[in-house]
């Protein structure tokens, strides 16, 4: 699997990417996309919504399935991905750059390094498999 190291993840296989402004990006990890199989239908965050930690803010949809994508910290939803309305695909060949759903303004940054590092990440998919 390959995980970056700059990334924080959630159990629910969302990762965050703190940027330089202290704003976040959220997407779904390797390993979530490639259980769900080749996404066909992506519905973002609306943009200026707020949401709480584990709140579900967004839907992918597969060929096999539709799973709910939740908010790793809480705040207020500033950008989602325009590309995924015409390519939800970007997911599946870019799940950690092109590929990315929404971009967040965290209540409290502090939040991202409560989640699991790619190690601990990892670690849980092993155990789950």
Known sequence: MDTPGDLRF???HE?????DDGTVTVG??????EQLGDLVFVETP?????????????????????SDIYAPVSGEI???NPELGDSPELINSDPYGEG???????????????LMSPDDYEAMIESEE
């Open 10 to 12: 959630a159990a629910s």
């Open 78 to 80: 500033i950008d989602a």
């Open 46 to 66: 609306e943009i200026n919504s707020t949401s709480e930690a584990q709140e579900g803010v967004a839907v992918v949809e597969s060929v096999k399935a539709a």
């Open 15 to 19: 990762w965050v990417r703190i940027n």
């Open 28 to 33: 779904i990890s390797d390993h979530a996309q």
């Open 100 to 114: 990315w759903l929404f971009k967040m303004k965290p209540d409290d940054i502090d939040e991202v390094q409560q």
